[in-house]
């Protein structure tokens, strides 16, 4: 099992930037695919980003690109995800997810382990 949590959110105006952390339980960690979703009220969850275990290889959905910078840090089991240009629309509870496969992730928001969010405000 697998426990992770979240932090580093906030409210931060349009333009700004915020950097949130996943720090897992488990040594295993490295052996994990990690990705960040997000949910905006209302709306369904939705992808933002994936990396591989080995942090080699980052997935970005469009709406993020160029603008989130997903990486992770194996030593200290641990996922980030910097934020830059924030907008209002990034407003939403943020997820970390864990999962064997990136695949599962980035193509079918499945996670096999979950944190439980931290809520990112971006005022206009």
């Known amino acids: 099992q697998v426990q992770l949590v979240e932090s580093g959110g906030g409210l931060v105006r349009a333009g700004g930037s915020l950097r949130l952390s996943c720090a897992a339980s488990?040594?295993?960690?490295?052996?994990?695919?990690m990705g960040w979703f997000r949910q905006a009220p209302g709306k369904e969850r939705e992808y933002v980003t994936a990396?591989?275990?080995?942090?080699?290889?980052?997935y970005y959905a469009d709406s993020v690109k160029g603008r989130f910078t997903i990486s992770r840090d194996n030593a200290k089991n641990t996922v980030y995800l910097q934020m830059n240009s924030l907008k209002p629309e990034d407003t939403a509870t943020y997820y970390c997810?864990?999962?064997?496969?990136?695949?599962?992730?980035?193509?079918?928001?499945?996670?096999?382990?979950w944190g439980q969010g931290t809520q990112v405000t971006v005022s206009s």
């Open positions: 990396i591989t275990s080995s942090g080699f290889i980052t």
């Open positions: 997810a864990a999962a064997v496969s990136s695949a599962d992730l980035r193509d079918r928001s499945r996670g096999d382990y």
């Open positions: 488990e040594r295993t960690f490295s052996r994990y695919a």
